[in-house]
């Protein structure tokens, strides 16, 4: 089975930069996905990892360590409208490659 | 328009009543799923279908059943509702061809939310 790990909160202040983390069990991994969702909202994709290192899309980054099994997101130049909820998602490398997500790490950004 | 559309998007009912979720797309894409999500408890899949004679359990496809009615459409029933089936249903999609940074991307819905009194 799957299973994935992240704080439930984290909060920050406007400008600054936040990292949320991700650990994981699986197995058979394939990649590690991170969509991000409003109040009420349908969650959006941000990124997706494969293979180890950092991928950078404007301010947001994440970044996959296979063998440790973890991830984060980092967000940079923090904006209120970050504030929101951040899921890890797991790719799993069986015959069905469907996504396992994590609980959710709420996000506050303040003034 | 919604690349992918979810109706109703408000539903109140009462235990036992059957109810039937009803998720299209204009994507085109053969994959689709249907994810359950709880406060505080993230999304969790419920069935996934990945063409139209393909169904799959997710990992809480108990009190639910799903039917692919053509590629485009993928809808979700509760036979016999019960309370602590209140939550918000999203649908999504994927492409099967997906490669590269966009591998893990799914197309979600804007939600159904169901109360069951």
């Known amino acids: 089975g799957q299973s994935l790990e992240q704080p439930s909160e984290v909060t920050a202040v406007e400008g600054a930069i936040v990292q949320i983390n991700c650990t994981y069990q699986t197995s058979g991994f394939y990649g590690l996905s991170w969509y991000q969702q409003h109040d009420g909202g349908a969650p959006t994709f941000l990124s997706y990892?494969?293979?180890?290192g950092l991928e950078e899309t404007g301010r947001f980054s994440s970044f996959l360590s296979r063998s440790d099994s973890y991830g984060y997101l980092l967000l940079q130049e923090l904006q209120m409208k970050d504030s929101a909820s951040y899921f890890c998602a797991v790719r799993s490398r069986d015959s069905s490659y469907k996504l396992i997500f994590g609980s959710g790490t709420r996000l506050l950004v303040r003034p | 328009d919604a690349d992918v559309t979810q109706t109703p998007r408000n539903r109140i009912t009462k235990t036992g009543k059957r109810i039937m979720l009803e998720c299209s797309q204009t994507?085109?894409?053969?994959?689709m799923y249907w994810y359950r999500q709880d406060p505080g408890l993230g999304l969790q899949l419920i069935y996934y279908s990945f063409d139209v004679k393909d169904i799959n359990k997710g990992e809480i496809s108990d009190g639910y059943s799903v039917s692919r009615q053509a590629q485009a459409k993928f809808s979700l029933s509760l036979e016999s509702a019960i309370p602590n089936q209140t939550a918000l249903y999203f649908c999504?999609?994927?492409?099967?061809?997906?490669?590269?940074?966009?591998?893990?991307?799914?197309?979600f819905g804007e939600g159904s939310r169901l109360t069951v009194l």
């Open positions: 994507k085109g894409h053969d994959r």
């Open positions: 999504a999609t994927s492409d099967l061809l997906s490669t590269g940074s966009t591998a893990g991307e799914l197309f």
């Open positions: 990892n494969a293979l180890d």
